[in-house]
């Protein structure tokens, strides 16, 4: 005779305890996602100081001579061409376009050479090491890149090898990565919402907000609750003073446009021919890229050189010791040629001084309107144009600045920077080089099965082809 089981004495308790919020698989995602942030954090904050301090090396060296950069810069610059033509390739540039790359290609090999922690670890390195020499490039893109290697080496460790629960890691942990350096948590979301992964799925919001807040907390819990440029009181009353949305759209929208049409050296015409010879000649073509920004920043006085920060935070705090009127010009001119070189380096932060430039540069247009506040739309209004992403780049200059007031005007002013550097550069410059990547990636993976089905030709038809091994010998 069979004994009944035992009704559950409480099945409402066990309905809650069976919920899948429960479940062992989902908590050991929390906790690989949770310890991700917090090293995504950690790491962003490590680099953040130690860019700080290279930058201040650097200007340590300028006050022995300002000729220093015209021999010592070129020649880091064709060092770290030469140091990243081999393994440490994916290394280079902003590191942006490879997490967005590896997001959309599945493929475990695609993403391990691209995301492997030899290049996490050689990103920094190298990044510091241009910062060193006064290479006019920022550390925000390779942060994300950084932090999507982490977040894809902690999956793996955590037994996360499902293509598609990896690529929800690898965005987090590049959303991580740009919240908490800049300390902007609401800009990491929206900038993978809007930059890396180009959609917004249910599946993985809870996943990424939660990576982004960990990692927020985290940074802020370090270097405490700052606005990255400093607390910014600057509003645009209605009336003749939107003329400034209309200028900083248009001009600033243009010029972004035009920087990103000049850094990815499209297919025809001048530009073309000088993605040919740096291909043709990387090493000399680096070294001449930084024996040309040596020489801009001796035309600038010394002031084109690393992120932008300090003067980026001079224009938007109006202060006294602003750079010359030509600062924006030229440090745009600085950041092409840094990013020509081939060399580790982001975007974001020279962006954002460019922009800061060239609003000062309209706000001398318009002196019935609070300067600060051209400034802020000029700023937004150039990355905006760079990087085709209107609504990250108004969100991340609120959040820089802490400055609520302008949220319309910043709004309308990228919205009208996007379509205006759409003249220049129809495609966003991430996603260029992220599908340059990818058609790369298929070619050679096309031209490996090519080879392979040739040599199977070869020993079925030219040669006799190695009987199958038998059973005795498979289990040998």
Same mark, same amino acid.
């Given at each position: 005779?069979?004994?009944?089981?035992?009704?559950?004495?409480?099945?409402?308790?066990?309905?809650?305890?069976?919920?899948?919020?429960?479940?062992?698989?989902?908590?050991?995602?929390?906790?690989?996602?949770?310890?991700?942030?917090?090293?995504?954090?950690?790491?962003?904050?490590?680099?953040?100081?130690?860019?700080?301090?290279?930058?201040?090396?650097?200007?340590?060296?300028?006050?022995?001579?300002?000729?220093?950069?015209?021999?010592?810069?070129?020649?880091?610059?064709?060092?770290?061409?030469?140091?990243?033509?081999?393994?440490?390739?994916?290394?280079?540039?902003?590191?942006?376009?490879?997490?967005?790359?590896?997001?959309?290609?599945?493929?475990?090999?695609?993403?391990?050479?691209?995301?492997?922690?030899?290049?996490?670890?050689?990103?920094?390195?190298?990044?510091?090491?241009?910062?060193?020499?006064?290479?006019?490039?920022?550390?925000?893109?390779?942060?994300?890149?950084?932090?999507?290697?982490?977040?894809?080496?902690?999956?793996?460790?955590?037994?996360?090898?499902?293509?598609?629960?990896?690529?929800?890691?690898?965005?987090?942990?590049?959303?991580?990565?740009?919240?908490?350096?800049?300390?902007?948590?609401?800009?990491?979301?929206?900038?993978?919402?809007?930059?890396?992964?180009?959609?917004?799925?249910?599946?993985?919001?809870?996943?990424?907000?939660?990576?982004?807040?960990?990692?927020?907390?985290?940074?802020?819990?370090?270097?405490?609750?700052?606005?990255?440029?400093?607390?910014?009181?600057?509003?645009?009353?209605?009336? =003749?003073?939107?003329?400034?949305?209309?200028?900083?759209?248009?001009?600033?929208?243009?010029?972004?446009?035009?920087?990103?049409?000049?850094?990815?050296?499209?297919?025809?015409?001048?530009?073309?021919?000088?993605?040919?010879?740096?291909?043709?000649?990387?090493?000399?073509?680096?070294?001449?890229?930084?024996?040309?920004?040596?020489?801009?920043?001796?035309?600038?006085?010394?002031?084109?050189?690393?992120?932008?920060?300090?003067?980026?935070?001079?224009?938007?705090?109006?202060?006294?010791?602003?750079?010359?009127?030509?600062?924006?010009?030229?440090?745009?001119?600085?950041?092409?040629?840094?990013?020509?070189?081939?060399?580790?380096?982001?975007?974001?932060?020279?962006?954002?001084?460019?922009?800061?430039?060239?609003?000062?540069?309209?706000?001398?247009?318009?002196?019935?309107?609070?300067?600060?506040?051209?400034?802020?739309?000029?700023?937004?209004?150039?990355?905006?144009?760079?990087?085709?992403?209107?609504?990250?780049?108004?969100?991340?200059?609120?959040?820089?600045?802490?400055?609520?007031?302008?949220?319309?005007?910043?709004?309308?002013?990228?919205?009208?920077?996007?379509?205006?550097?759409?003249?220049?550069?129809?495609?966003?410059?991430?996603?260029?080089?992220?599908?340059?990547?990818?058609?790369?990636?298929?070619?050679?993976?096309?031209?490996? =099965?090519?080879?392979?089905?040739?040599?199977?030709?070869?020993?079925?038809?030219?040669?006799?082809?190695?009987?199958?091994?038998?059973?005795?010998?498979?289990?040998?």
């Amino acid at each position: 005779m069979s004994v009944p089981e035992p009704k559950a004495s409480n099945p409402r308790l066990r309905a809650v305890l069976g919920h899948e919020f429960f479940a062992p698989y989902q908590w050991k995602r929390r906790i690989a996602l949770w310890s991700g942030a917090v090293l995504v954090a950690l790491a962003a904050i490590l680099f953040a100081k130690a860019s700080e301090w290279a930058y201040r090396l650097f200007q340590q060296l300028l006050t022995h001579g300002t000729w220093i950069p015209l021999v010592l810069t070129p020649l880091v610059f064709g060092l770290l061409c030469w140091v990243t033509e081999g393994r440490l390739r994916a290394a280079r540039g902003s590191g942006i376009p490879q997490v967005i790359a590896t997001i959309h290609v599945e493929d475990a090999g695609f993403r391990a050479k691209m995301l492997a922690l030899p290049i996490a670890a050689s990103k920094m390195v190298l990044t510091l090491l241009a910062l060193t020499v006064g290479a006019s490039i920022g550390r925000e893109g390779p942060t994300v890149h950084v932090g999507a290697g982490l977040m894809h080496w902690l999956g793996r460790r955590f037994g996360f090898d499902d293509p598609k629960a990896l690529s929800r890691f690898i965005l987090a942990g590049g959303a991580a990565g740009i919240a908490a350096a800049f300390n902007t948590p609401l800009a990491g979301v929206v900038f993978a919402i809007e930059e890396l992964a180009g959609t917004f799925e249910h599946r993985f919001s809870g996943l990424l907000l939660t990576a982004v807040f960990v990692g927020g907390v985290v940074s802020m819990g370090i270097l405490g609750n700052y606005a990255y440029f400093g607390t910014v009181q600057a509003s645009l009353p209605l009336g =003749h003073a939107w003329l400034a949305v209309l200028e900083c759209g248009i001009v600033c929208g243009l010029a972004g446009g035009l920087f990103a049409r000049l850094i990815l050296l499209s297919q025809q015409g001048p530009l073309a021919a000088i993605g040919r010879l740096r291909e043709r000649y990387p090493v000399p073509f680096a070294i001449g890229c930084g024996l040309a920004l040596a020489v801009i920043g001796v035309l600038s006085h010394n002031t084109v050189y690393g992120t932008g920060y300090t003067q980026a935070r001079a224009f938007v705090q109006d202060a006294a010791d602003t750079p010359g009127q030509g600062f924006g010009v030229l440090k745009l001119l600085a950041n092409v040629v840094s990013y020509w070189a081939g060399i580790p380096g982001g975007i974001f932060s020279p962006a954002l001084a460019v922009g800061a430039g060239l609003g000062h540069n309209i706000a001398y247009f318009l002196p019935h309107v609070p300067g600060e506040a051209v400034v802020l739309l000029g700023m937004s209004a150039y990355l905006a144009g760079v990087t085709a992403a209107p609504l990250t780049s108004a969100v991340i200059a609120m959040e820089l600045t802490n400055n609520q007031a302008m949220v319309i005007p910043i709004m309308a002013t990228c919205l009208l920077a996007r379509a205006a550097s759409s003249i220049f550069s129809r495609t966003p410059v991430y996603k260029d080089f992220a599908e340059r990547m990818i058609r790369d990636f298929e070619q050679l993976h096309a031209a490996q =099965h090519a080879a392979i089905e040739d040599l199977g030709a070869t020993s079925t038809f030219g040669e006799p082809v190695a009987p199958a091994p038998s059973d005795t010998e498979e289990s040998e």
